[in-house]
C-alpha cells in the first residue's frame, strides 16, 4: 500500500514550457486535492475532484488544469510556466470531505 | 467561498510550556476541522481533528476545542517538547454543491526551545 505517490520529486522549467505534474491514489479514494506551498506560507488549493470524471476550481487556479479520468490518478498540468508558480506542489487524497486527507511527498518546481 | 485565518504565524515556547493556535473560518456550513503537523521538509500529516458535533477532543498532550457559534477552534499542546517544532496548519472542510473541499490556513511555526 503506497499510499499517495507524486512525480517527479523535483523539476526545474524554463519560462514558457509546460509540463505535468503526476498523482496517484492505491487507497480508493473518491477526493483528491493539489496544493502549493510557497515559502512561508500555507497551503492553497488549486483544484480538487470528488470522484472521477468531476473536477473543480479551488483558490488559485489560474495557470493550471486537471483531469480526473480515473479514481486513482489526478495529473495536474502547467501550460506556459511562469516565476510565479514556482512552489512546492502537494498532492492529497481522502475518502471524504471530512475524513483524513493523506499527501504525497511533494513536488519542488523551480521556473526560471 | 471559505476562509481560514491562522493566528499567531510564528511561535515560540520553552519546553514544557503550553502552546495554543488559534483559527477562524468563514463558511458556516463547514463541518470537520482537522490539524496537520509538517516537519521540515516532509509532508503535512494529520495529528488530531473534530467535528462539528463534538465541542473537544483529546490525545495524549493534544487537545482540540471548537466553538461553533464564534466560528473558531484551536489547537492545545501542553508539556511541549522539542520534536513538536514544526508548522501547524489548521484546516476546515468547506460544503458546496459538489461535496465539499478542505482549506486550509496559513500555518504556525512552533519552536520549542530546550
Known amino acids: 500500500n503506497a499510499g499517495v505517490t507524486q512525480t517527479p520529486k523535483f523539476r526545474i522549467l524554463k519560462i514558457g514550457q509546460s509540463m505535468t505534474l503526476q498523482c496517484t491514489q492505491d487507497?480508493?479514494?473518491?477526493?483528491m486535492y493539489w496544493y502549493r506551498q510557497d515559502p512561508g506560507m500555507g497551503l492553497k488549493l488549486i483544484y480538487y475532484?470528488?470522484?472521477?470524471?468531476?473536477?473543480d476550481k479551488g483558490e488559485v487556479p489560474n495557470g493550471y488544469n486537471v483531469s480526473r479520468s480515473t479514481t486513482e490518478d489526478f495529473p495536474l498540468r502547467l501550460e506556459l510556466a511562469a516565476p510565479s508558480q514556482t512552489s512546492v506542489y502537494f498532492c492529497?487524497?481522502?475518502?471524504?470531505?471530512?475524513?483524513?486527507?493523506?499527501f504525497g511527498q511533494g513536488t519542488r518546481l523551480t521556473v526560471v | 467561498g471559505e476562509n481560514v485565518e491562522q493566528h499567531p504565524s510564528t511561535l515560540s515556547v520553552q519546553e514544557g510550556d503550553s502552546a495554543v493556535i488559534k483559527c477562524t473560518y468563514s463558511?458556516?456550513?463547514?463541518?470537520?476541522f482537522p490539524w496537520y503537523k509538517q516537519e521540515l521538509g516532509k509532508r503535512p500529516q494529520l495529528i488530531i481533528d473534530?467535528?462539528?458535533?463534538?465541542g473537544e477532543k483529546k490525545d495524549q498532550r493534544i487537545a482540540v476545542t471548537l466553538n461553533k457559534t464564534a466560528k473558531h477552534f484551536s489547537l492545545h499542546i501542553t508539556e511541549t517538547q522539542p520534536e513538536d517544532s514544526a508548522v501547524y496548519f489548521c484546516?476546515?472542510?468547506?460544503?458546496?454543491?459538489?461535496?465539499?473541499?478542505?482549506?486550509f490556513g496559513q500555518g504556525t511555526e512552533l519552536s520549542v526551545k530546550p
Open positions: 492529497a487524497s481522502s475518502y471524504t470531505a471530512n475524513t483524513e486527507a493523506f
Open positions: 487507497m480508493n479514494h473518491n477526493y
Open positions: 463558511d458556516s456550513a463547514s463541518n470537520y
Open positions: 473534530i467535528r462539528s458535533n463534538v
Open positions: 475532484s470528488v470522484g472521477a470524471g468531476i473536477t
Open positions: 484546516a476546515a472542510s468547506s460544503r458546496d454543491n459538489q461535496g465539499g473541499k478542505l482549506i
